[in-house]
Structures are given as C-alpha cells and as structure tokens.
C-alpha cells in the first residue's frame, strides 16, 4: 500500500443550474518522502486536488487514504486534528501575519501541534536567523515565503502541500526557495507535494503528475532527480 493513495476522486462544483466537475477520476499514488510535482495548465484541477489532501475541501466520489487513514471520511473534532498535526500548507502569497515578527508567525504553527520541532532551529534551516525580528513588510518576496515554509515545517508534518510557491518569484529566488524544499524532503523524509503550471521544475521531483481537464494524463517517475543549480527557466 501506498503512502497517499488518491483513488477514483470525482469533485463536483454546483452553482445553480450549472455543475463544473473539477476532477473526473483522478487517480494516482505517492510514497512516503517524496517530492511530487502535479503540473497541469490553470483550471486543470490541480488545486483542488491538493485541498482535498489537505482535508479543506470535500470530493463528490472517490477514497483518499493517506497513512493508512481514509481522509475523506474524517469529520469534526478528528478533520480539525488531521489539518493542525498532519498538514503543511505554503502559499503563492505567503499568508504572513503582518503585524508579527517572522519568529511569531513561525511560532503560529509551532502552537497548534502536538509534537512540533524547535522553532529557532527551524528558522535556522530555512536561513533567518539573523532575519527572525523583522515584520514580513521588512522581508523580501523570498524571505517571506521561507518564513511561510518554516511555519508549515516546525508542525512537524506529514505532508508539505504547495501551491504555486514560486509563482510570485522571481526565477533566482525562487529557485532558492525550491531548494529548500527539496532539502527537507530528502533530509526530514518529509513528502512534500507541489503544483504548478511551470514545466521546467519538474525534474527536481521523484514524481511528475500530469492533470488535464481534471484527469491524470500521466505518472512520470523520475529514477534520478535533478539538484535545483541545474535548472534554467
């Protein structure tokens, strides 16, 4: 059995009259400490897909296990606990508390979990030590999203879902924060899971998701993943 099994997942939107099926049996699997990119053009379902990971959003049909437990059957008290301990989530736009330093907004995740890393260390890993009094306006676009990364990673948690988390980079800095990325999934076991629409990332992942039209086109396993200094885009 797979870590994250995604099995026959149908989403349905209905506004009205209308009904938008986001995903149409989308299936695929990821093993635990992976790092998984899901590339697909806007619209294709990819973050939907990754909310219903995430336990933020419901399917319409379909079973999502994710170590051993059917997610999409969690309810209540037990669904709350599965996003605070299980879950990272990073942004395209950060989602900082602006009038908290960096350090307070890391200790944000660091106070809703029951085993959580240290938080300066894990300011230390992502590089702001020196950074960690400053208020998100006094940070740049990059360090702002290491801040965003450090408060999903010192939750300690299962998963680490992205979404678009250099779509407001520039390509050095975002390549920076990529690094990281990959860097916890090899060095914590963490299984990290990205979505983008921009190709030339994917050969850093273990694994290439590929949705269109709210299908999986493809599962492209990468036997040799590429370090981040190697990219160009």
Known sequence: MAYIEFKNVCKEYNTGEVSIKALKKASFEIEKGELVVIIGPSGAGKTTCLNILGGIDTLTSGEVIVDGVKINKLKGRKL????????????QFYNLVQNLTARENVELGYEICKNPLDVDQTIKKVGLTKRKDNFPSALSGGEQQRVAIARAVVKNPKL?????????LDSKTGKQV????????????TTVIIITHNNAITPIANKVITIKNGSVESVKINKKPKNIGDLEW
């Open 80 to 91: 709350v606990k599965y996003r605070r301990e299980d879950v990272g989530f990073v942004f």
């Open 160 to 168: 680490l879902l992205c979404d678009e988390p250099t779509g407001a």
């Open 178 to 189: 990529l690094k990281l990325l990959q860097s916890i999934s090899k060095k914590e076991k």
